[in-house]
């Protein structure tokens, strides 16, 4: 079996796109959006920004969230080759998907739900550590794969924390880097070596 974890923001969703919280936060709150902007700005710089999103709703009078973000289009937040890719991954038997994001429980319940990926993975882990190696163990402990592929845009771990076969991808959806295992779109995922080696 072989086990695919992706991250989520900036990953398969764009958090600053159109669609994304970041724009939708400052757009689509208030009708000042100079002030809007603001808010969202000072809780963006705190340190424990995982909180930010309590906070800015409450701040904003948001109380229904998930209504206010469908609303506010956010279904749109994924990018193009994202549900593609993984309609084709659930065509191999073999493969298993999670995704392992950091943040908030329940504002990344909310986004995976309305994205739809909720529905295209095996299981959506959320934790609130920006370094993801225990939770990787833990994932790779409960598949038991023969091998994992994880596929992050900000990658602060390494193969060498494993003891069991793992391939890191990084995500560069801006199209600044270039070198090995680095990839900018789903599709640069050698699907074929992965499945056949
Ligand atoms: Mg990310």
Redesign the pocket.
Known sequence: MILFIF?F???LGDTYGPHGEGNIFRTKTLPDVAKATEIYEKYRRWSDDIVVYPKLLEEYGITDPQAFFINAGMSEQLYDDVVPFFIKLREYPEIQTVILTTGDEEFQKIKTHITGMDALVSEIYITRERNKIKHIKTLIEKYNPDKTIFV???INLSESHFDTPITIYEMNRANTKSWTNIIHSLGEIPLNEILWK
Request: proline content about 0%.
């Open positions: 991250d923001d900036n990953t992050d845009d900000r």
